[in-house]
């Protein structure tokens, strides 16, 4: 299994980063390893202030909830078996796409949390990251 190292992490950030540029967004970019501590972060030129703590609640939300940050959203709203979820944890859980666990060899290993857009947009973004992790893995 592979560990997932600062190197790693610097250069999933890079990935990130070119996709943002790619897309014409300006983003914060989280990731934190598997006990969703903070493993590094990148605030792009312009990116929203308050994107910073999103982008690292999205993070710690996909490896404390071991899913996908958009796989809350609809097990969030009024009326549904998690609604309130988001206000759990001192508000850390995020409801929002844009944070997908790392996964190797069916373990996680870390998250990726990405804020700059909309919900798609930061989905997209991060759907490469772990693209790029999963190619660094078998190579």
């Not at 903070?38 to 202030?49: G, K, Q, Y």
């Not at 910073?52 to 796989?71: G, H, L, R, Y």
């Amino acid at each position: 299994m592979a560990k997932l190292t600062l190197e790693t992490a610097k250069r999933l950030l890079s990935v990130a980063e070119q996709k943002s540029y790619q897309m014409g967004l300006s983003s914060n970019i989280a990731i934190v390893d598997d006990g969703a501590h903070l493993i590094a972060f990148l605030r792009m030129d312009n990116a929203r202030i308050a994107g910073i703590e999103i982008s690292k609640d999205k993070a710690w939300t996909s490896v404390s909830m071991q899913m996908p940050t958009a796989n809350l959203s609809q097990a969030a709203l009024p009326g549904s078996p998690s609604f309130g979820i988001n206000t759990t944890n001192n508000g850390h859980i995020v409801i929002l796409g844009g944070g997908i666990p790392l996964v190797s060899e069916g373990k996680i290993v870390g998250g990726i949390g990405i804020s700059g857009g909309s919900s798609a947009q930061d989905i997209e973004i991060a759907n490469a990251v772990v693209q790029a992790f999963e190619w660094l893995n078998k190579n």
